[in-house]
């Protein structure tokens, strides 16, 4: 497979701050590939990277195998859905999907006909005449989006795309964003902070930390075997427990991560009970209970399916999991 | 401006005033705007040397003489010169300020923004004294030309404030964007700045005119024997005959000034609506 971006060992510092640190990536093509991350971890400057709109203060980055440090924003094979859509308020939808073409010199009839095109694509048919003000946000959004595919760029950025749409919206467009990318066959890449986002959306997922990544791999492969507490914590509301609580329940001297939904309540003292504590909290989610017990100093969390009796705060009870489960994790 | 809009903004009205305070403030706005109406009254006077009350009698006479007398023309067409060119010198250096104090960061960034607009904040005299003083140690006679420079400099202010403004309210990314989608820098100039910085332009470059047209006081340091219209209609007040054509000059002065801050109040009120709904 070939790598549609590709960092190598790229650093971007503003003065002493390392906004990005050593980062190596790669990219495949035709991935939908997110980066995910806490705000100040570097994601969104790796996206401006690649757009161009920064430049590494080392390193290197190639898309396509170009090396790209000397093509400004405006000549590189990739466009951008900005964060907060960035339409141009002066021009109809029609004009800002056809901007790109415009600037181009692709004639008023051609580029108004790719534009319309475009609009049906992202199912906005009708819409050409209006301006962004006179659209909703999801609207708004779509339009950002038939914009920069309009020039048919090798890579798509997005930059954290869903982050102004309200739940069920946002629900909505991640499942026509994944049909738009598995449908057009092109190189996604998209910032998000929002774990189940990436996790649902993504195929490859960068797990970013501080200006480094704290791991790469498959939403599965991040979920199931987080590298570090960091990834343990940040992706999946995991468990994460000490050496010496590992080490007691049969582990190695190692920080280890537990899925809540891996872990079962049972009465104290029940023979299959691995390790018992106080509940300490209870979390009604619909579909489950959260509960949180107290186990030699270190909460762990439990996901109690709805219909089970819940117990009261204050309780002792017993965990029982399989010891598969317990995922170890190298280093702290 | 602003404040005005945001005043006038229903949501933003409290309990209702009581009537002394309606009465202070009918009172305040007859004497701010009393005087002027008598203007107007006194450019129809038939009484040509006092003004006295009443007006013994009304004629449109005034006009016809202000007309026909040769020593208003020459002041005038100095007054539009110089107006027109301070605007568009005004225009071209105070966007391209405004460009680069709202595009770059760099050290020192908010003392010469300071200093960008200390020329409105300095009183008249001392921008006079200080460009009086200043083309007197280069030799630069005084002329028409330094009439202008001496307007530019608090035009400028005007047009830069503006500027600065919309761009401050236009969503930073659509620069972005229109380079993201192909387009080099001048063309984003041409096709995305330009058509928003527009309307905001246009009100600055036309209160700015307004703003030259009545100046006296840094006229005054920098026009050598040359008079521009204010000036004329000073030293006509002192004189005893024809006083009410220095009220229809007054007349057109009021007009000259009035109407292109009305337009400019227009079009940026407009425009504040247009840059934020891009959001």
Partial sequence: MTAAVTFSNVSRHFGSTKAVDGVDLTVPEGAFFAMLGPSGSGKTTCL????????????????????????????????????????????????????????????????????????????????????????????????????????EPRVLLLDEPLGALDLKLREAMQDELKALQAKLGLTFVFVTHDQHEALSMADHLAVFNQGRIAQVGSPQEIYDRPSSRFVADFVGSSNVLPPALTQSLGGPAQWSSLRPESVQLVEPGSPEGQISGQVTGLRYLGAATRILLTAQGTEIAALLPSGQPVPAIGDTRSLRFDPKALHLMEGA | ???????????????????????????????????????????????????????????????GVAWNRADIWPPLWLSLKVASVATILAIILGTLVAAAMSRAKFFGREQLSLLVILPIALPGVITGMSLRSAFGVMEIPFSTWTIILGHATFCIVIVYNNAVARMRRLSGGIMEASADLGANAFQTFRYVLLPNLGSALLA???????????????????????STLPIWMYNELIRPR???????????????????????????RGGSETAGGGK
Avoid: C
């Fill in chain 1, 48 to 151: 401006r990277l690649i757009s161009g709109f920064e430049q590494p203060t080392t390193g290197e980055i190639r898309i396509f195998g170009e090396d790209v440090s000397r093509i400004p924003p405006h000549l590189r094979a990739v466009n951008t859905v900005f964060q907060d859509y960035a339409l141009f308020p002066h021009l109809n939808v029609r004009d800002n999907v056809a901007y790109g073409l415009m600037v181009k010199g692709m004639s008023r009839t051609a580029r108004h006909a790719r534009a319309e095109e475009m609009l049906a694509l992202v199912k906005l048919e009708g819409y050409g005449d209006r301006k962004p003000a006179q659209l909703s946000g999801g609207q708004r959004q779509r339009v950002a989006l038939a914009r920069a595919l309009v020039n």
């Fill in chain 2, 1 to 63: 401006m602003r404040s005005d809009l945001s005043l006038s903004d229903p949501r933003l009205s409290g309990p209702r005033a009581s009537l002394g305070l309606k009465a202070a403030a009918f009172a305040g706005l007859l004497f701010l705007h009393l005087p002027i109406l008598l203007i107007f009254l006194y450019a129809f006077t038939t009484e040509e040397k006092t003004y006295q009350f009443p007006p013994p009698g009304l004629t449109t006479q005034w006009f």
């Fill in chain 2, 242 to 268: 024809q006083r009410p054509v220095t009220n229809v000059v007054a007349i057109v002065v009021f007009a000259a000034t009035f109407l292109p801050i009305l337009i400019a109040y227009y079009l940026t």
């Fill in chain 2, 204 to 226: 600055g470059g036309m209160l700015a005119f307004a703003l030259s047209f009545d100046e006296v006081i840094v006229t005054t340091f920098t026009a050598g024997q040359q």
